[in-house]
């Protein structure tokens, strides 16, 4: 589960890094102003916000995913923990009984 979250994250970031940024700063580079937009801008404008609903859309599912990461492997180092621990306390209860015989 791990490397598919991880890998999904990458995915992601590429998605909205390359995929979305590129074009955003382009149209942002285009539009006049978007307080008081002139007629072409306003094209423009309409398409940066579509891109910027998806870039937003993209980033929390990200985030999403990093923060199901960060439990999954929580869980997993919790797990792994506690098994090596009872796995110790059996060692050293089969040593201190081998002492004793």
Same mark, same amino acid.
Not at 5 to 22: P, R, V
């Given at each position: 589960a791990g490397l598919g979250?991880?890998?999904?994250?990458?995915?992601?970031? #590429?998605?909205?890094? #390359?995929?979305? !940024?590129?074009p955003m700063n382009t149209? %942002?580079? !285009?539009i006049t102003s978007f307080d008081m937009p002139d007629a072409a801008s306003r094209v423009h404008i309409a398409t940066? %916000?579509?891109?910027? !609903?998806w870039y937003s859309r993209l980033v929390i599912t990200n985030l999403l995913a990093g923060i199901a990461l960060m439990i999954t492997q929580t869980h997993l180092f919790i797990k792994n923990y506690l098994y090596y621990k009872a796995l110790h306390q059996e060692y050293l209860a089969s040593a201190a009984h081998t002492e004793h015989t």
């Open positions: 979250l991880l890998c999904s994250m990458i995915c992601l970031w #590429i998605g909205y890094a #390359i995929g979305i !940024t590129l149209l %942002r580079n !285009t940066f %916000r579509v891109y910027h !609903t």
